[in-house]
């Protein structure tokens, strides 16, 4: 499947998100864009393991579901320990749930 290559933005998002050292200074760096494209990267790769342990779901909608779920999941943990405002947490999932809405849309 591979949606995100690991030369995307998403997962260049990626490897700069986990690069985050949690100092004030780098705090005002982290943009709901950038989490959602970490997000989407990670749910990615969470969905692609889900689909090899149990096969492809039966449609775009539940498709899309599991890779909410997934981003979601992530951005909830990462916020909980980064301490960063509920604002910008559903920012960065709704940002997400859109980005993977349209690549996921190419598999249905």
């Known amino acids: 499947m591979g949606w995100f290559s690991n030369d995307s933005d998403q997962a260049q998002a990626y490897d700069q998100y986990q690069s985050y050292s949690g100092?004030?200074?780098h705090k005002a760096k982290l943009s709901h864009e950038l989490i959602a494209a970490?997000?989407?990267y990670e749910a990615a790769k969470a969905y692609e393991n889900h689909v090899r342990e149990n096969g492809q779901p039966a449609s775009h909608a539940e498709a899309k579901e599991i890779l909410a779920g997934f981003a979601?999941?992530?951005?909830?943990r990462e916020f909980e320990t980064k301490g960063l405002d509920f604002i910008d947490r559903e920012q960065a999932k709704r940002h997400a749930e859109r980005?993977?809405?349209?690549?996921?849309?190419?598999?249905?």
């Open 99 to 108: 980005q993977l809405s349209d690549v996921s849309a190419r598999d249905y």
């Open 38 to 40: 970490a997000a989407s």
């Open 72 to 76: 979601g999941a992530f951005i909830d």
């Open 23 to 25: 100092s004030d200074e």
